[in-house]
Antibody, heavy 116, light 110 residues
Framework: EVQLVESGGGLVQPGGSLRLSCAAS????????MSWVRQAPGKGLEWVANIKQGGSEKFYVDSVKGRFTISRDNAENSLYLQMNSLRAEDTAVYYC?????????WGHGTLVTVSS | QSVLTQPPSASGTPGQRVTISCSGSSSNIGSNTVNWYQKAPGTAPKLLIY???LRPSGVPDRFSGSKSGTSASLAISGLQSEDEADYYCAAWDDSLSGPVFGGGTKVTVL
């Protein structure tokens, strides 16, 4: 059974940093693109970033370019999202998802709140 | 403002058919396939339809999808109470190298 478990969310002040993790199991992690998708309170889903199997290609939504970094450790079956210079508008539940064009499995998300 | 346009709400009585539309552009729906996701409160999003009209294993055949040009639609036939959820369309966008989502449609079973 595919499992994706996010962690690392919490309350952070504007301008602060946070690192999200996603532990994957039940599939060959290194064979798949992986993505982060977020949902702000009362809003819809928004793709944030994705990363190729070996980590050589990474893409970001314009609003997080230069602030967020996606990475992965295939030996540890883990996906990460380093978030710097956080803003109030980054407040959201962040989901880890398997795939890039088709997101076929999702975690339950971790809440990031950016507030003073 | 979402890149793909969906109606904010749709509703029907049990057993009825509900259809949700999704409108995009040439850089997303016009040149790529469409996926649909179901999101109930407090749960993880779930892939419902992929590549316009294919259902993952375990998704009832009451759910169907179609695409024409730069628009797509999701149909739920034989509506059931457990179908109450938010539904999102999504498609790869060539200019972003990532997927774009619709704003979501809240389906209510009356």
């Amino acid at each position: 059974e595919v499992q994706l478990v996010e962690s690392g969310g919490g309350l952070v002040q504007p301008g602060g940093s946070l690192r999200l993790s996603c532990a994957a199991s039940g599939f060959i992690f290194s064979n798949y693109w992986m993505s982060w998708v977020r949902q702000a309170p009362g809003k819809g889903l928004e793709w944030v970033a994705n990363i190729k199997q070996g980590g050589s290609e990474k893409f970001y939504v314009d609003s997080v370019k230069g602030r967020f970094t996606i990475s992965r450790d295939n030996a540890e079956n883990s996906l990460y999202l380093q978030m710097n210079s956080l803003r109030a508008e980054d407040t959201a539940v962040y989901y880890c998802a398997r795939g890039s064009t088709i997101l076929d499995n999702w975690g339950h998300g971790t809440l990031v709140t950016v507030s003073s | 403002q979402s890149v793909l346009t969906q109606p904010p709400s749709a509703s029907g009585t049990p057993g009825q058919r509900v259809t949700i539309s999704c409108s995009g552009s040439s850089s997303n729906i016009g040149s790529n396939t469409v996926n649909w996701y179901q999101k109930a409160p407090g749960t993880a999003p779930k892939l419902l339809i992929y590549r316009n009209n294919l259902r993952p294993s375990g998704v009832p055949d009451r759910f169907s999808g179609s695409k024409s040009g730069t628009s797509a639609s999701l149909a739920i036939s034989g509506l059931q109470s457990e179908d109450e959820a938010d539904y999102y369309c999504a498609a790869w966008d060539d200019s972003l190298s990532g997927p774009v989502f619709g704003g979501g449609t809240k389906v209510t079973v009356l």
